[in-house]
């Protein structure tokens, strides 16, 4: 009896000890840093972790839903969507650049094998856009677009040897892209994240001495943290489809916008792109011209957008099936299929996967993809 009592005991606190690991090590969502960057091995814990955690369930049960702009309504299981306070951008991109770092080369509808390291939806019909076989064209084009503005190709001719900047610039590959656009430039691609910056290093700076990755832990703007550049020193910076103004121009935007006026020189240039709330963009011109920062073009490409996602439907579901096969854990009875399906929807929702809450943010016209230009004034 006495020996069956102690099982029982051992039993409920390996329980709690299984319990509680998961609970640590499963929490994709908001339990890691810009610092984490994630093995093979150590994504396997995690993905195990959060499919036998308690966040499973509380995210398939999620009610708390938030309207979008224009009053409609999504949820989490059907559309992938989650609320801003839900999760930390430091903990959702340490996941990701995680994965693409570690899964290595996906298939594509093309039959052309690809390192993923386009982070960005992108965008179609414009004249730049490359060869209907390149996996990541939209990506391409979406930072290929942000140096086709007239006023960017006229600073270049008056300066061929720009000095760019770009903030939260992921695993720099647009960065790789506009350097090579530009054959005299030098860029400088500055991220939070870790893993990030270390693919940054391992698939693109390292054949491109004119690119050059650094790491700015919590990132530029975030607690006073300022870009590591002296005053009036770049030519450019670019943002694309980065993490920032996701739902208004508050504090940390503005501190954002403030380093960015700091480091670039009178007549400099400001290139954003990215989908982002309608209103955001109303809201952001007016912010920025108070500090000094003058328009100097402006595109909509949210309709070429929501083509870009639908032209991008099949290799998106390739690309997400190759993630959730590195996984075990997610073939395992009943626990795997919920797991996979709740991953899925999450990843594709980050994607604007066509049928995703964001994708449909796009298609009613809550959320806007533009390009815009700004000029430091003299």
């Given at each position: 009896?006495?020996?069956?009592?102690?099982?029982?005991?051992?039993?409920?606190?390996?329980?709690?000890?299984?319990?509680?690991?998961?609970?640590?090590?499963?929490?994709?969502?908001?339990?890691?840093?810009?610092?984490?960057?994630?093995?093979?091995?150590?994504?396997?814990i995690v993905t195990t972790a959060f499919c036998l955690s308690p966040l499973l369930w509380m995210l398939e049960s999620k009610s708390d839903f938030i309207p979008d702009e224009v009053g409609e309504t999504y949820n989490l299981v059907d559309h992938g969507d989650i609320n801003e306070e839900d999760y930390t951008k430091d903990s959702i991109y340490a996941i990701l650049y995680s994965l693409y770092q570690a899964v290595g080369k996906s298939p594509s509808p093309s039959g052309n094998d690809y390192q993923f390291t386009f982070n960005t939806w992108g965008i179609t019909g414009v004249p730049w856009i490359e060869a209907q076989t390149e996996p990541q064209r939209h990506g391409k084009a979406a930072y290929q677009g942000l140096v086709e503005f007239p006023e960017v190709k006229a600073y270049v001719e008056r300066h061929p040897s720009p000095n760019i900047v770009e903030i939260g610039c992921g695993t720099g590959a647009g960065g790789n892209l506009i350097s090579r656009l530009i054959p005299q430039s030098t860029y400088t691609a500055l991220d939070m994240q870790q893993a990030a910056i270390d693919t940054c290093n391992k698939l693109h700076a390292k054949f491109n001495p004119r690119l050059a990755c650094k790491l700015v832990p919590g990132g530029v703007g975030n607690k006073g943290n300022q870009a590591p550049f002296n005053d009036s020193s770049v030519d450019m910076v670019v943002i694309s489809e980065?993490?920032?103004?996701?739902?208004?121009?508050?504090?940390?935007?503005?501190?954002?916008?403030?380093?960015?006026?700091?480091?670039?020189?009178?007549?400099?240039?400001?290139?954003?792109?990215?989908?982002?709330p309608?209103?955001?963009?109303?809201?952001?011109?007016?912010?920025?011209?108070?500090m000094g920062m003058a328009p100097c073009g402006s595109l909509n490409h949210t309709t070429n957008a929501v083509k870009a996602r639908d032209e991008d439907e099949v290799r998106v579901n390739m690309y997400v099936d190759h993630l959730k096969a590195q996984f075990p854990v997610m073939s395992l009875p009943h626990i795997g299929a919920r797991c996979g399906s709740v991953a899925d929807r999450l990843i594709k929702n980050f994607y604007r996967h066509p049928g995703t809450a964001l994708y449909h943010k796009m298609v009613n016209g809550a959320h806007s993809y533009m390009h815009q230009c700004y000029k430091l004034e003299p």
């Open positions: 009896m006495k020996t069956a009592r102690v099982g029982i005991v051992v039993a409920i606190l390996l329980a709690g000890a299984a319990y509680q690991a998961a609970l640590r090590f499963g929490n994709v969502l908001s339990g890691f840093t810009g610092d984490s960057s994630l093995s093979y091995f150590q994504l396997q980065t993490h920032i103004a996701e739902a208004t121009i508050g504090p940390e935007e503005k501190a954002i916008f403030a380093e960015i006026v700091r480091i670039l020189k009178p007549g400099g240039l400001f290139l954003w792109g990215n989908a982002l309608t209103s955001v963009w109303h809201l952001a011109a007016p912010v920025l011209g108070k």
